[in-house]
């Protein structure tokens, strides 16, 4: 367990107990995580081991059967995705994106939220010009007048990364990023991670590219069967190393399977 935080930071969410069931299958068999102010916190584990429906608790999307949420200390209900939004400021960039690919960016960066968080400022033009210096923060060559659905998977990324930029959301919740898209693009989302953390911001990120993750992540939570079986500090590991919390030296067999679905083409 993670009882012991080197860095010292305080959770901004903490889980525990947490449980969820899809009829005959159990997806989480009790999580206890903190997830610390500013750190990028890797989550990594073989397929179904229950990462997804992990950050789809923690969003709203799903509800859990037990368990306990804190944030900053303080006992939460987790409602629903606007509400943890707003309210706790957590924003989800989704392993299936869920986009309007007929809008522009800057509808897309906007959706949902224009009169209630910018009032007066809701004119299109604001909109679009508060698009463009978020875009351009990011280092992106993505112009908020682009058709979203013209854009490659890795910008949709950045895009939707932008949106917790944009609403200065403290927790961005990514469920991999750089699964589908080119190296070039990948690098990119993962420079964007970086300043994310750089700004103070919380990252927690899943991804089965282990490289990624030893790249960005200060902490990696080890999923397995659903339950973190690890939490390891990001010093001096290796890919060797998650490959072995994932699957113990002796499953060889399933560890060789997860490694050829992770040959490009195969997911
Ligand atoms: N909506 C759902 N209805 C029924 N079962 C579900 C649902 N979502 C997830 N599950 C099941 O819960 C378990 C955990 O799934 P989850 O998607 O969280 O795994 P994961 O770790 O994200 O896997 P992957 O690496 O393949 O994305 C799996 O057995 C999956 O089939
Ligand atoms: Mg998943």
Same mark, same amino acid.
Request: net charge neutral.
């Given at each position: 367990?993670?009882?012991?935080?080197?860095?010292?930071?305080?959770?901004?969410? #903490?889980?525990?107990? !947490?449980?969820?069931?899809?009829?005959?299958?159990?997806?989480?068999?009790?999580?206890? /995580?903190d997830i610390n102010?500013?750190?990028?916190?890797?989550?990594?584990?073989?397929?179904?081991?229950?990462?997804?429906?992990?950050?789809? !608790?923690?969003? +709203?999307?799903?509800?859990?059967? #037990?368990? %306990?949420?804190?944030?900053?200390?303080?006992?939460?209900?987790?409602?629903?995705?606007?509400?943890?939004?707003?309210?706790?400021?957590? %924003?989800?960039?989704?392993?299936?994106?869920?986009?309007?690919?007929?809008?522009?960016? &800057?509808?897309?960066?906007?959706?949902?939220?224009?009169?209630?968080?910018?009032?007066?400022?809701?004119?299109?033009?604001?909109?679009?010009?508060?698009? +463009?210096?978020?875009?351009?923060?990011?280092?992106?060559?993505?112009?908020?007048? &682009?058709?979203?659905?013209?854009? #490659? +998977?890795?910008?949709?990324?950045?895009?939707?990364?932008?949106?917790?930029? /944009?609403?200065?959301?403290?927790?961005?919740? !990514?469920?991999?990023?750089?699964?589908?898209?080119?190296?070039?693009?990948?690098?990119?989302?993962?420079?964007?991670?970086?300043? /994310?953390?750089?700004?103070?911001?919380?990252?927690? !990120?899943?991804?089965?590219?282990?490289?990624?993750?030893?790249?960005?992540?200060?902490?990696?939570?080890?999923?397995?069967?659903?339950r973190v079986a690890?939490?390891?500090?990001?010093?001096?590991?290796?890919?060797?190393?998650?490959?072995?919390?994932?699957?113990?030296?002796?499953?060889?067999?399933?560890?060789?399977? &997860?490694?050829?679905?992770?040959?490009?083409?195969?997911?």
């Amino acid at each position: 367990m993670n009882a012991i935080d080197q860095d010292h930071r305080a959770p901004v969410l #903490s889980v525990r107990g !947490l449980v969820k069931r899809f009829g005959s299958v159990t997806a989480l068999e009790g999580i206890d /995580l903190d997830i610390n102010e500013n750190e990028v916190l890797g989550i990594v584990g073989d397929n179904g081991a229950g990462k997804s429906t992990f950050l789809a !608790l923690l969003t +709203g999307y799903h509800h859990p059967d #037990s368990g %306990e949420f804190r944030y900053r200390g303080h006992p939460v209900r987790i409602t629903s995705p606007a509400r943890t939004r707003r309210a706790l400021g957590i %924003e989800m960039v989704y392993q299936d994106l869920a986009m309007a690919p007929d809008l522009s960016v &800057w509808e897309n960066l906007f959706l949902g939220e224009e009169i209630k968080r910018f009032g007066i400022l809701s004119s299109r033009r604001a909109m679009r010009a508060r698009a +463009g210096e978020v875009l351009a923060q990011m280092n992106t060559k993505i112009r908020p007048e &682009w058709q979203l659905g013209q854009l #490659s +998977g890795g910008e949709r990324q950045l895009v939707a990364i932008a949106r917790g930029l /944009l609403f200065d959301r403290d927790i961005i919740l !990514l469920d991999e990023p750089t699964a589908a898209i080119s190296v070039a693009k990948a690098d990119d989302v993962l420079n964007t991670i970086g300043d /994310l953390h750089k700004r103070g911001k919380t990252v927690v !990120l899943i991804s089965h590219r282990l490289e990624d993750v030893l790249a960005v992540c200060t902490r990696i939570a080890v999923f397995v069967t659903g339950r973190v079986a690890q939490v390891l500090d990001n010093r001096d590991l290796t890919i060797a190393d998650l490959i072995h919390a994932m699957f113990g030296g002796a499953a060889d067999r399933q560890r060789a399977q &997860w490694e050829r679905r992770q040959q490009p083409g195969t997911r």
